[in-house]
């Protein structure tokens, strides 16, 4: 289904999901929780009302996106695993190698992505 050896992807789908956890402790302060970091972050009382929930949400918006992309290199490896990785996972068909080369852990082909993002615009 995918021209490169799959230990190629795996690679570079290893090196993805560590990178982002490495950005989330890294933006976290280390293994302190999300709310710590939000209570440091939004404590300081010079801080209009309006500036800390646009602060606010703008993190975790930051973290809803963090997480759906470490759930998107996950199924992707998961897919790998299984020995379906490169098969778009709506109607089946070959995922172009390009594709994957450039977006590892697309599930879709480019018609079902679009599909999909017309379907449920960002």
């Known amino acids: 289904m995918h021209t ?4 190629t992807y795996q690679q570079q789908l290893t090196a993805m999901r560590a990178a982002l956890l490495a950005q989330i402790a890294d933006q976290r302060g280390g293994t302190v929780s999300r709310a710590e970091v939000a ?3 939004f404590g300081h009382p010079q ?3 309006a500036q800390l929930a ?3 949400e703008l993190e975790f918006e930051l973290g809803e996106r ?4 470490l759930t998107a290199i996950d199924a992707a490896l998961a897919r790998l695993q299984a020995g379906t990785y490169g098969a778009c996972t709506d109607c089946g068909t070959a995922i172009a190698p390009a594709r994957l080369h450039a977006t590892p852990e697309a ?5 079902c992505q679009e599909k999909q993002e017309q379907l ?3």
């Open 54 to 56: 646009t602060e606010r």
């Open 39 to 41: 209570a440091e972050h």
């Open 47 to 49: 801080d209009s009302r």
């Open 107 to 111: 599930a879709r082909c480019l018609h």
């Open 120 to 122: 449920h615009p960002v």
């Open 4 to 7: 490169q050896p799959a230990s």
């Open 66 to 69: 963090e997480m759906a992309e």
